[in-house]
């Protein structure tokens, strides 16, 4: 055995300085959605109410091929009366860059309440629908989705 | 000027529900992708979408970043009296479209 080398401090230098250029070289992304993040987006919507799950219907695929367009329909099971109908309905994820993906405003004219509109996934994650009713009480009902293709990621071609 | 489709029946009956759906050409672009020059493309989504039957809001929807391009929504509403449908979309930077159906309500 030879006398050890001194530390070759250089290369640590060096490495560091690498790992400190890849940390420069990461994309700037936006603070993602969170389920925290949710939680509050939702409390907001229900003004601190905690919505109740059931009767309504969150439909979406539970595998999605393409993240950029996911079909998604909100049924609520209520008679749109004057007296019992859903005021409107929100839609939130808890891992797209943000919480909040639209609200939706009917009312008793409606006849039905069943929306569908087709939305971004940047990732699997839950999907929440939120409904308010017109006595101002909350409903919710959510979904699982695995994602294979994500929205969000890529550039312009 | 964006390309937008409503379909939805010209006839129905007076109380019967019917469906609506709108679809307008839009890239809803969603503020954090890179473009072509690396440089990151601003936001630009429809933000609202409204529609109103005889000038009564029967429907309105508040999109945000997670809509996919070309929002397509469909929705329900009762047919109560002829007249028209409006449809109206409200987007950043001054984005505006509208759409005007006609309908028939017998019975």
């Known amino acids: ?157 | 000027m964006a390309r937008a489709l409503v379909h939805m029946p010209a006839f129905a009956r007076r109380g019967a529900v019917i469906e609506i759906r709108a679809l307008i050409g839009h890239p809803m672009e969603i503020g954090y992708r890179p473009g072509a020059d690396g440089k990151v493309l601003g936001r630009d989504i429809i933000r609202r979408f409204t529609c109103r039957y005889n000038g009564e809001i029967v429907f309105a929807a508040e999109l945000q970043q997670a809509i996919a391009a070309n929002p397509y929504i469909a929705f329900y509403t009762r047919a109560l009296e002829t007249g028209s449908l409006e449809f109206t979309w409200e987007g950043d930077s001054g984005f505006a479209h509208a759409e005007t159906m006609p309908i028939t309500v017998t019975g």
């Not at chain 1, 230098?13 to 420069?24: F, I, N, P, S």
């Not at chain 1, 959510?142 to 071609?157: H, K, R, T, Y």
């Open chain 1, 1 to 157: 055995m030879t006398a050890t080398k001194p530390i070759d401090h250089a290369r640590r230098t060096v490495l560091a300085g690498l790992g400190t250029l890849a940390l420069g070289l990461v994309p700037v992304l936006p603070a993602g959605a969170t389920p925290e993040k949710m939680a509050a987006a939702i409390a907001a919507f229900t003004g601190g109410a905690v919505p109740v799950p059931g009767k309504m219907m969150l439909e979406v695929a539970s595998l999605v091929d393409n993240g950029n367009t996911v079909p998604i329909t909100v049924r609520v099971d209520s008679p749109m009366t004057a007296s019992d109908y859903v005021a409107a309905i929100a839609l939130f994820n808890e891992r797209n860059p943000d919480p909040g993906i639209a609200v939706f405003t009917l009312g008793a004219r409606a006849g039905k309440a069943d929306v569908s509109t087709r939305i971004r996934m940047a990732t699997s994650q839950k999907l929440v629908a939120v409904a308010r009713m017109g006595d101002n009480s909350f409903r919710m009902h959510s979904a699982d989705v695995v994602v294979a293709l994500a929205a969000c990621i890529e550039g312009e071609a």
